[in-house]
């Protein structure tokens, strides 16, 4: 049997929560484990996952229906290499809403394409509905919180983003210091380069890279047994 395909849509509704940390975190999970990884910069005019790791990300739009086209064509292919969107707020509806019109879900099970949105919420209620939204629309889709703790407030909220069926439990990344975060926003820094380097494994940021490629791992498993056990209840 062929593996199947991981597609994780790394996406909020709300600005500056740390989606494209996130994505970026996933993207060098991958690439710390010398395995092939593709991932797309949905975020007009400001592509910084694209900054940040250009020989692995193509900046893609959702301006019109050629680039819609382009975009799902990628997202759809199950070549068996994991793919990351990094999907900006702005974004987002339209995303959804193109993924909906196409039945994108269908096709992606064809094709053994097995997606997974990252929503990384926020204390706004804007957030909250917008995440209610993608569990009413897309029953049969992986969708699994994410609590950015360096975003204020947002502990308080995790009841407010309930685990979907098929996504699991929710995704804690700890907050880094200001001094890590002016750190890891240096272009030339490298999350896979750090951990194969690092001396000290009790220091905070090797710690916090750890527990990310660590949950990373999790997920992965996660989506791709969730995917068997679906297989195994339309075949019984």
Same mark, same amino acid.
């Given at each position: 049997? !062929? ?57 893609? !739009? ?127 820094? !490298? ?46």
């Amino acid at each position: 049997m !062929s593996r199947p395909t991981p597609l994780f849509i790394v996406t909020s509704s709300r600005p500056r929560v740390g989606k494209t940390l996130l994505a970026r975190v996933l993207v060098e999970f991958y690439c710390a484990q010398d395995r092939p990884v593709c991932a797309f910069d949905v975020n007009p005019d400001e592509f910084t996952l694209l900054d940040y790791l250009p020989a692995h990300t193509a900046a893609a !739009s959702i301006r019109d229906t050629r680039g819609e086209m382009a975009l799902f064509d990628q997202l759809v292919l199950g070549d068996q290499v994991p793919k990351v969107v990094d999907l900006g707020y702005a974004q987002f509806e339209r995303f959804f809403a193109v993924m909906q019109e196409i039945n994108f879900l269908a096709e992606a099970r064809r094709r053994d394409v097995v997606p997974m949105v990252l929503f990384v919420a926020d204390a706004d209620e804007r957030a909250r509905l917008a995440y209610a939204m993608l569990q009413r629309r897309f029953a049969g889709l992986a969708l699994v919180a994410v609590f950015n703790l360096a975003v204020p407030q947002i502990a308080r909220h995790v009841a407010s983003f309930p685990p979907s069926p098929r996504g699991g439990p929710p995704l804690a990344l700890p907050a880094l210091t200001p001094v890590l975060r002016s750190v890891i926003e240096r272009r030339s820094f !490298s999350f896979a380069a750090y951990a194969s380097k690092a001396a000290d494994p009790t220091a905070e940021l090797f710690e916090w890279t750890r527990k990310a490629f660590l949950a990373f791992r999790d997920l992965e498993v996660r989506l791709l047994l969730g995917e068997l056990r679906s297989d195994l209840k339309h075949s019984a």
